[in-house]
């Protein structure tokens, strides 16, 4: 499976950018990949990887480019992580994921008409975002994205763009977490079928927040493989048929 880094301009500055693709065949449906908060780490890596091993293009944006080259956090730098999330910004980020799609259409392997999105924590927060927002995305897959009623920047939340929603939404929470609570998931829930869109979610008994990255304590084994399975599946569904 080949993996490497490559930049992206943004405004005449570098944004990097993790990418895995199957060993053979080609072209392959696109995948982006958005951070945690700790950026895109081993974890966020692993993952492009895994989507990789099952057949997609996949490429994990780097959206605290601003704050410079190799800005990738571990862990337990919590403070760090949260310090660069509070300057990240909706119009910023949106206009990140518009200039991934364009080096998706300028590669040969890829089959850049329609995307699929998947995130992380307030990377899932922002596939919901980017599920309202980009026309090319055609499967969203949202693992536990919290601030999901929160705007970054001026603008409007993710939540209030739900009506805008043009993509198949799947959303992957745990029950004990409380970014988000069971009680937003239901807000979202009821939100999506107020304006009858396609989506599917489920919450984990015994999960938390990060239940799906075996690195942390919050791990859950069996919640994260039938989870795994759901997106991968979704993608097929959404994304490659």
Not at 54 to 76: K, N, Q, V
Not at 111 to 134: D, H, M, P, Q, T
Not at 174 to 180: F, K, R, S, V
Request: with cysteine; net charge negative; proline share 5%.
């Amino acid at each position: 499976m080949p993996a490497s880094w490559t930049k992206i301009l943004v405004n005449d500055s570098p944004m990097e950018a993790y990418v895995a693709k199957p060993a053979t065949g080609g072209p392959y449906h696109p995948v982006i990949v958005v951070q945690e908060i700790w950026g895109v780490n081993a974890y966020i890596q692993s993952i492009a990887n895994k989507l990789a091993s099952a057949g997609f293009y996949a490429i994990a944006p780097s959206l605290f480019h601003r704050e410079g080259l190799g800005t990738i956090g571990m862990f337990e730098e919590t403070d760090l992580a949260l310090e660069r999330l509070s300057r990240l910004d909706d119009k910023n980020i949106l206009n990140d994921l518009r200039l991934t799609e364009n080096f998706l259409v300028h590669q040969d392997d890829v089959i850049s008409e329609r995307i699929g999105i998947i995130g992380f924590c307030v990377g899932g927060r922002i596939a919901y975002l980017a599920a309202a927002n980009l026309d090319s995305v055609a499967a969203a897959v949202d693992f536990y994205g919290g601030r999901c009623f929160v705007p970054f920047g001026d603008g409007v939340t993710p939540f209030d763009q739900t009506a805008d929603i043009n993509a198949p939404l799947l959303g992957l929470f745990g029950e004990d977490d409380q970014n988000p609570t069971t009680e937003e998931v239901g807000k979202m829930a009821a939100e999506l079928t107020k304006y009858d869109k396609k989506f599917e979610f489920h919450v984990y008994p015994g999960a938390g927040h990060g239940f799906n990255c075996e690195e942390r304590p919050a791990y859950r084994r069996d919640a994260a493989l039938h989870a795994w399975d759901k997106a991968i599946q979704w993608f097929n569904d959404f994304l490659v048929n």
